[in-house]
């Protein structure tokens, strides 16, 4: 029997094939950037978007429901947006392969495809669940596409502490960022369904973001970037600000300690090479891995030599709490009026101060 010619999409008459384009990559590294580019140049980012706001004036074109949705599915694995243990992808994992979590995705995004066939996902806590994604945009009959953002480290720590106000300090920055990324690589190397990936230096976007983004929309076969129009280059021109990289600092100024310095400037120069035409190979792969195992020695080493100031630091939380929960019994004792107080009878009202540790002078 003849196969019948599928019939014509009356909301994509062209027929264009569903495609999912997932930015990733550390948060300040310019996912929001590239988003909103391709964006602007046709490709559909679900709405709501999360608002703009000082950090990023210029929008973050990520869509409100998958910012909700991994701040829950990280909260309930115990980890940061900016984790840097290894084993946080152990406990992300663990969602990713629910298969509940697997249709709420699937199912949140094929109304979008109605809008258009070439979907932009994108959010700084995206590499986490970036299996789950996978699966649940082939689900819909979309082929998924990778995009990961390079920024250099030093950065994207400074522009963290400048705009986060991170406390964490920067050992901790550059410790996360060296994870995320060599995780993000991992997970994106093609597998059955994919339809590619590629890596973006944030500075090449900025400098010549007409042909970083052609290049890339022809690596990913993605017809929205390949035929766009002028008016849309037109928009991208005057969305584009060249001061955008507002923060540059180097590795010799985070200070960090010799071995994560090492690992984050050899992490940073072979991320580069995968940017590069023909950068992407086996032998690539190789050499992440076993930057992968020197991540987890170093963190392993770390984490056995310093679980007395994670012990130190436990027991401080606990004072903290059980003297925040003194002062609030307290506080309320003080609310009671004083004729109230003064009708209590007289061993009543001591045990009620030996029960809240307040001594003679206290009394009311």
Request: charged fraction near 25%.
């Amino acid at each position: 029997m003849t196969e019948q010619p599928r019939a014509i999409d009356e909301m994509n008459p062209d027929g264009v094939p569903r495609k999912v384009l997932f930015v990733a990559g550390a948060g300040r590294s310019g996912t929001s950037t590239l988003a909103g580019i391709v964006s602007k140049l046709g490709m559909h980012v679900p709405l709501p978007e999360v608002p703009p706001d000082d950090s990023n004036p210029r929008g973050f074109s990520e869509p409100q429901w998958v910012v909700d949705v991994h701040d829950e599915w990280l909260a309930e694995a115990l980890v940061q947006v900016s984790d840097s243990r290894p084993n946080a992808w152990f406990d992300t994992g663990r969602i990713c392969s629910r298969e509940p979590a697997r249709i709420r995705v699937s199912e949140w995004l094929e109304p979008h495809f109605a809008e258009h066939p070439e979907l932009v996902i994108k959010d700084p806590r995206l590499s986490w669940f970036l299996g789950l994604w996978r699966v649940a945009a082939i689900r819909t009959g979309a082929t998924p596409v990778f995009a990961t953002m390079l920024r250099p480290p030093a950065e994207v720590v400074g522009s963290k502490q400048k705009y986060y106000a991170n406390k964490l300090g920067s050992s901790h920055l550059a410790a996360s960022w060296v994870n995320m990324l060599l995780h993000t690589e991992r997970a994106t190397r093609p597998a059955e369904g994919d339809g590619g990936r590629v890596f973006v230096r944030y500075e090449d976007l900025l400098t010549d973001w007409v042909k970083t983004t052609t290049a890339l929309g022809h690596a990913l076969d993605l017809q929205t970037i390949i035929h766009t129009r002028s008016d849309q280059i037109r928009e991208v021109h005057r969305f584009i600000d060249p001061n955008l990289r507002r923060v540059t600092s180097t590795l010799d100024d985070l200070g960090l300690p010799k071995r994560l310095h090492d690992l984050t400037g050899q992490t940073w120069e072979e991320l580069n090479k995968l940017a590069d035409e023909g950068g992407d190979t086996t032998q690539a792969h190789a050499t992440f891995d076993q930057l992968r195992q020197e991540y987890v020695d170093l963190y392993e080493e770390a984490e056995a030599i310093s679980r007395s100031t994670a012990e130190h630091a436990r027991h401080q939380a606990r004072r903290r709490a059980r003297a925040e929960a003194a002062e609030g019994q307290r506080s309320l004792a003080d609310r009671v009026p004083h004729d109230v107080r003064a009708a209590i009878p007289p061993s009543v009202r001591r045990g009620m101060r030996k029960a809240l540790g307040r001594s003679r002078d206290d009394q009311p």
